[in-house]
């Protein structure tokens, strides 16, 4: 795979292992995103209530393309947590309901659900996944189990945040939809980084990231409502949008577009982020990628005395490998890796577990990989950071 590293604006002496976290801006995408903001500042009356909104249309309909779906599905928002809010503050909760979701979440998520319902008197239910998964029916049965007559909606991740895994949400949409119960795909990792295509999956929301695997800039990402469930979806700030003096063809999106003064200019990137992944043959970059991640993992494994938390197949491993270790003061051995190693590598508390997570995009390669399990022997015999 040719290494893309000069089309980054990543620092040459850091061997960055963390592109999970908020991902990577290549080079021509953010002098596209500074050109916007230019042009913002040169007029920006016209920008925000004129030529912005056009070129936000312009930017919805080049999403909806690349993940299959109508453009006014699509609302942009900062990040997945100000959508899944938008989402559980609309849900008419009542006491006594369920929202099923699993104990590998994101955390501000849970954070989120576990707020409304509490408000409501409803249970988020935190199914536990037992692990290392052995298989997708071995994932569904589990999950499922959590499932009861009170199970108002279905919550969980595309791709996992702290263990990295990608779970069947294919065949849980397919299930969720047979019995009848909405779902709502965390998709904070999937746009970019795996094939998406909403009107096959069929879930009723998705939220997805454009500035991890996409590589937008910050604060991009979006929400996408069906549109039979459009109308439920209250704005999470109310302002011009609602109750428009000149609405558009689309409640959906005058409530939750037009929602104050902001720059949009990365949502505007999105194009060129998509014609950049073109350019570049993403497909075949993206399947090096996989290679190298899975190629390494049972070296992590057994440099931290583990093993893997799934199959490391495409079924559950994509760019990203996680791995329990074993410290006691995870902060602390992320700082190490970044000041002494200059790794920069998320090390993650999750409940009472920690996970050491690499990810690879088209600038890693193996060297450095190999310069992290240099880092991890060397943290091991000199320091008691890592047991």
Excluded at 342 to 362: E, T, W
Aim: glycine content about 4%.
């Amino acid at each position: 795979m040719e290494n893309l590293k000069s089309l980054f604006l990543l620092r040459d002496d850091i061997t960055f292992l963390n592109f999970g976290s908020f991902g990577a801006c290549p080079k021509p995408v953010f002098q596209k995103y500074q050109q916007f903001q230019l042009e913002l500042e040169q007029e920006p009356v016209h920008f925000i209530t004129s030529k912005g909104l056009k070129y936000l249309e312009q930017s919805r309909e080049a999403l909806g393309k690349y993940i299959n779906c109508d453009k006014n599905d699509l609302v942009y928002v900062t990040n997945p947590s100000y959508a899944v809010n938008t989402v559980a503050k609309s849900i008419e909760l009542k006491e006594g309901d369920e929202i099923l979701s699993t104990d590998l979440e994101y955390g501000a998520c849970d954070k989120a659900w576990s707020y409304y319902c509490k408000k409501a008197g409803a249970r988020f239910v935190r199914q536990p996944i037992p692990l290392p998964i052995q298989n997708k029916e071995h994932f569904i049965e589990a999950f499922f189990k959590g499932l009861t007559a009170k199970t108002k909606l279905i919550f969980l991740s595309h791709i996992t945040s702290t263990t990295a895994l990608r779970f069947p949400v294919e065949e849980i949409c397919a299930i969720a939809k047979e019995k009848g119960i909405p779902t709502f795909v965390d998709g904070a990792h999937a746009p970019g980084h795996l094939p998406l295509n909403l009107k096959s999956l069929q879930a009723d929301y998705y939220t997805g990231a454009c500035h991890k695997w996409m590589m937008t800039p910050k604060g991009s990402s979006f929400l996408y409502v069906r549109k039979e469930l459009q109308p439920t979806v209250d704005p999470l700030i109310i302002s011009w949008g609602y109750d428009a003096m000149f609405p558009s063809d689309s409640q959906f999106l005058d409530y939750h577009q037009m929602n104050g003064s902001r720059d949009y200019s990365a949502f505007l990137t999105i194009p060129s982020a998509i014609d950049f992944m073109t350019e570049h043959s993403w497909e075949k970059v993206a399947a090096s990628c996989r290679q190298l991640v899975q190629h390494n993992a049972e070296k992590l494994c057994s440099l931290l005395s583990t093993s893997p938390l799934a199959p490391v197949n495409d079924d559950f491993i994509l760019q990203l490998f996680s791995a329990p270790i074993k410290t006691t003061e995870p902060e602390k051995l992320h700082d190490l890796f970044f000041d002494q190693y200059k790794i920069q590598i998320p090390v993650m508390r999750h409940g009472d577990k920690v996970y050491l997570r690499y990810s690879v995009n088209a600038f890693n390669d193996q060297k450095d990989l190999d310069k992290l399990f240099s880092a991890i022997s060397d943290i091991k015999e000199n320091t008691s950071l890592i047991n």
